[in-house]
Nanobody
Framework: QVQLVESGGGLVEAGGSLTLSCVAS????????MGWFRQAPGLEREFVAG???????YYGNFVNDRFTIDRDNAKNTVTLQMNNLKVEDSAVFLC???????????????????WGHGTQVTVSS
């Protein structure tokens, strides 16, 4: 059974930083690509960042070098370091796994089968 547990969200002022973590279980982590999406109220899930099994990284167009995704295979953990946060970054952030053998894309939510409950990030002005 796949389980994803996100943590690290909270309330921060604009310009501040947060580091999100996601621990994955029930997957062969080293053979999975991992990603982060976010969802604000009334909006669709939006790709934030992805890190492939061999650590190649991808980011959403809005990131503009503010975020860094990383993975620790020994701990089955993917992290998202977020700097210079903006009010419009407020959302629930969710991590997702995708087995590397599946191929295909990674920037749309329908590419993923498993989702955690997410962690809330709120950025105040």
């Amino acid at each position: 059974q796949v389980q994803l547990v996100e943590s690290g969200g909270g309330l921060v002022e604009a310009g501040g930083s947060l580091t999100l973590s996601c621990v994955a279980s029930g997957v062969d982590f080293v053979n999975y690509n991992m990603g982060w999406f976010r969802q604000a109220p009334g909006l669709e899930r939006e790709f934030v960042a992805g890190i492939q099994w061999h650590s190649q990284r991808y980011y959403g167009n809005f990131v503009n070098d503010r975020f860094t995704i990383d993975r620790d295979n020994a701990k089955n953990t993917v992290t998202l370091q977020m700097n210079n946060l903006k009010v419009e970054d407020s959302a629930v952030f969710l991590c997702v796994p995708k087995e590397r053998s599946r191929g295909g894309g990674f920037r749309t939510a329908d590419e993923y089968d498993y989702w955690g409950h997410g962690t809330q990030v709120t950025v105040s002005s």
